[in-house]
């Protein structure tokens, strides 16, 4: 029972250590053996075979078979030195020990293979002195291309960790600017001027006091609007036909606290309604359109949205039309808080592809947002049923 457990406890641990050792060892074999270094040692072998063949004796299989030995030997030494030791004394360098170790084996290796292929021959080869000159000239040209080779691939080596290490380090980059990107966008949307909401309470108040039966609707669209903005400060993109809403319920504010001199239109299609669009990117030209257009306006003016496809991109315009003879305030076309957040976030989202334009004509300032014309996925039916 007892040699039973042991047993299992024993092959337990081999598990183990072959679960662990073994896809090891294959990396280390695959990486000492790769394609590109077994390619490069058997052109070298062939070139330095096909010079000597011209002079050689004896037979081309045995002129061959040597050099490939020495280099295949040469290719092995190379691997291990690149990992053994893991730590070097001294501080030598780890080339300077694998050129050293490389010059090394090329001696021994080209004793060994001197005397498998010589073994049945007399006099012995180190007797002989034609054989002694080609073990010298095996040792010699194969240290000199040895080293050359190992050198080529020292080189190769460092450049292949550079662009190794500029890669890592250009990710890196990309995935810290992106995540700039990401964190620059949302307080950017988060940068919505609250004028108009301390504006609104301060007219519900002036309605309550009055005893206004108008205050409650006021008090209900701001309820409205406040439900619908809160949520799209997390969002990065909504839908087109929310964000109609959204300024549908702004308007109807404003409209209230100034029914005579404000008027509103929309030319949106319906077929535009689920097209994506930057969250209460629409509301901050609608809300400059209605602080630098129809307040300033003794009366008032017309506040129109327009939505359009044009080749690929999504146009939406809102056109700030004060009926007043004198010219809109040039602060208008400057770039405020609210417009410079939006053009940057445009830039964020959709990089030269969006863009923010202010036009004048005549008393009607235009500003226009585009960019590349998407839709969002239709919601699940369930979703549908769980918002309504």
């Known amino acids: 029972m007892r040699g039973t457990c042991y047993g299992g406890l024993m092959h337990s641990h081999f598990d183990q250590i072959s ?8 990396r280390t074999l695959a990486r000492m053996y790769s394609w590109q270094r077994v390619r490069n040692t058997v052109i070298a072998c062939l070139c330095v075979s096909t010079l000597m063949l011209e002079g050689w004796e004896a037979s081309w299989q045995i002129l061959f078979g040597r050099w490939f030995f020495i280099g295949f030997a040469v290719l092995t030494t190379f691997g291990v030195l690149e990992r053994v030791p893991k730590r070097l004394p001294f501080g030598i360098a780890r080339w300077v020990w694998q ?19 010589t073994w049945n021959l007399s006099p012995p080869w180190w007797r002989d002195s034609d054989r002694l000159i080609g073990w010298f000239t095996f040792s010699i040209l194969g240290s000199f291309v040895a080293q050359w080779m190992t050198l080529v691939a020292l080189l190769g080596q460092i450049r292949g960790e550079a662009e190794r290490q500029a890669l890592g380090f250009a990710l890196e980059r990309s995935q810290l600017e992106h995540q700039a990107s990401e964190a620059r966008l949302q307080l950017l949307q988060r940068q919505i001027e609250p004028h108009f909401l301390f504006n609104t309470l301060a007219s519900i108040r002036e309605l309550i006091a009055a005893g206004e039966p108008a205050a409650l609707q006021l008090l209900d669209e701001l309820n409205a609007y406040l439900r619908g903005s809160m949520p799209k400060l997390d969002q990065h993109l909504a839908s087109l036909s929310d964000e109609i809403k959204l300024c549908a319920a702004y308007l109807a504010i404003m409209k209230m606290r100034m029914p005579d001199r404000l008027r509103v239109e929309f030319a949106v299609p319906a077929q535009l309604g689920n097209a994506s669009c930057p969250p209460l990117a629409l509301l901050t030209l609608v809300e400059n359109a209605i602080k630098h257009g129809i307040d300033p306006s003794e009366h008032g003016g017309v506040i129109r949205i327009d939505a359009l496809a044009v080749a690929g991109q999504l146009r939406i315009s809102v056109h700030n039309d004060a009926s007043n003879s004198a010219p809109l305030p040039q602060e208008v076309f400057a770039i405020g808080t609210g417009l410079n957040n939006l053009r940057e976030r445009t830039r964020l989202l959709f990089g030269a592809n969006g863009s923010l334009v202010l036009r004048k004509v005549d008393h009607c300032t235009i500003a226009e947002l585009s960019w590349p014309l998407t839709f969002l996925p239709e919601p699940l039916p369930s979703q549908k049923q769980l918002g309504s």
């Not at 679960?19 to 294959?26: E, G």
């Open 19 to 26: 679960s662990t050792l073994l896809p090891t060892l294959r």
């Open 99 to 117: 050129i050293v170790g490389i010059v090394l084996m090329v001696p021994i290796a080209t004793t060994v293979i001197y005397t498998l292929t």
